[in-house]
T-cell receptor, first 114, second 112 residues
């Protein structure tokens, strides 16, 4: 069974530029999460989807961040414009259904904003 | 706002020793507790989950939960160099159902 796929794995951009991350969850997993992990910190939830509905986006900085999960499968997280403080690893995770205890993480996208 | 606190380490133990990792949490209503292992440059991987007071053993790993003290720990017996990683404590439930809160992690080094 293929795991969670993310791309790109690395991204370097200048501040004020836009950037987008893509995630393909494990097949059949209805719940998808986007986390941000700063250096030396644990992951922090940005948004959680149940199918195509965003059910928890209270931690998403909506002035510059947006996300979508069309057709309830793949998801894209966008930052526009990027700031220096956005440098972090962006992790996507999925689980089979709402309330499932195990979340499976993808390899992450390491973003560096110069 | 939930807080999950871990002793920041780094923790260094010799091969074969017991490594003890500790975590406290602020939300008394929390219901599910997890330990994730994260190798450098890799993504977190679930290694243990515990839901009721007491001990839960899985191979060389033992998770301990004390809800009255709001404390959860992970013991690694017969530590191996391959156990060297950052261990993240995570908590779920209580005031914010469905959201997983992570601590900042404890870096463990097992030296031969």
């Amino acid at each position: 069974e293929a795991g969670v796929v993310q791309s790109p794995r690395y991204k370097i951009i200048e501040k004020k530029q836009p950037v987008a991350f893509w995630c393909n969850p494990i097949s059949g997993h209805n719940t998808l999460y986007w986390y941000r992990q700063n250096l030396g910190q644990g992951p922090e939830l940005l948004i959680r989807y149940e199918n195509e509905e965003a059910v928890d986006d209270s931690q998403l900085p909506k002035d510059r961040f947006s996300a979508e999960r069309l057709k309830g499968v793949d998801s894209t997280l966008k930052i526009q414009p990027a700031e220096l403080g956005d440098s972090a690893v962006y992790l996507c995770a999925s689980s089979p259904y709402e309330g499932a205890e195990t979340q499976y993480f993808g390899p992450g996208t390491r973003l560096l904003v110069l | 706002q939930k807080e999950v606190e871990q002793n920041s380490g780094p923790l260094s133990v010799p091969e074969g020793a017991i490594a003890s990792l500790n975590c406290t949490y602020s939300d008394r209503g929390s219901q599910s507790f997890f330990w994730y292992r994260q190798y450098s440059g890799k993504s977190p991987e679930l290694i243990m989950s515990i839901y009721s007071n007491g001990d839960k053993e899985d191979g060389r790993f033992t998770a301990q939960l004390n809800k009255a003290s709001q404390y959860v720990s992970l013991l690694i017996r017969d530590s191996q160099p391959s156990d060297s990683a950052t261990y993240l404590c995570a908590v779920k439930g209580g005031s914010t159902l469905g959201r997983l809160y992570f601590g900042r992690g404890t870096q463990l080094t097992v030296w031969p």
